[in-house]
């Protein structure tokens, strides 16, 4: 069976999640107390409603309890999105993320029953900053405080070595998850596997392994 998101605040987050949503193909009730954002998504979502999120009765008349998922993305009104956030956890919504504005929101969403915080500005700005400090990292997911997945570009210095000779799990305590070389990606490559300048590596790893080893393979 498909499973029925709803989510509440048709902004830019909101309104992107929702397509994506839709793009996978999932059923998506989506919510906005704007009646001119609400039609934006009519055509787009699988239902689209005007509600007011804060009001209790509004979410219960269209039976949000029996959602798998509840997306909570209102963005500047954060007492809006704590009520709404309140109001789902009491109805016992199975899963609920809500988007965080900063960190004093986000405090109290951990303590309110939300499932899950997102907080994609300050989380795109890491991702970005970690990008155009070092011309080598590609790209870059923060899996927890301390451990990164980044896509770093081979420098001069491995041209032509082998992931054996570079030793690279036990120099720099980091994995090598995959090789992008033009259009291929080699995943779980072999340690035999010879890297190139320009190979694009995928690394796992711990940050501050990362560091040493993006700082000699430039
Ligand atoms: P973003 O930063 O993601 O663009 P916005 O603050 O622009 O977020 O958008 C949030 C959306 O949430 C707006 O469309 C707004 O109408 C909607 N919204 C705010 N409060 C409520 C509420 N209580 N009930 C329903 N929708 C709400």
Redesign the pocket.
Known sequence: MKKQFAV?????????ICKSLMNEGMDVLA????EE?VNEFASIATQAVI?????EKALKSLGIRNFDHVVV?????IQ??I??TLILDEMKVKHITV?A?NDYHETVLNRIGAHEIVH??RDMGIRIAHNVVSDNVLDYLELSDEHSIVELAAGPTIDGKTIVDLDVRSTYGCNILAIKRNEELTVSPEPEVKLYEGDILIIIGADADISRLESYWI
């Open positions: 509440i605040g048709l902004g830019r987050f909101g309104g992107s919510i906005d107390q704007d954002k509600a007011d999120s804060t009001d993305a209102i963005g500047d009104n809006a999105s009520l709404t988007k504005q994609p500005e």
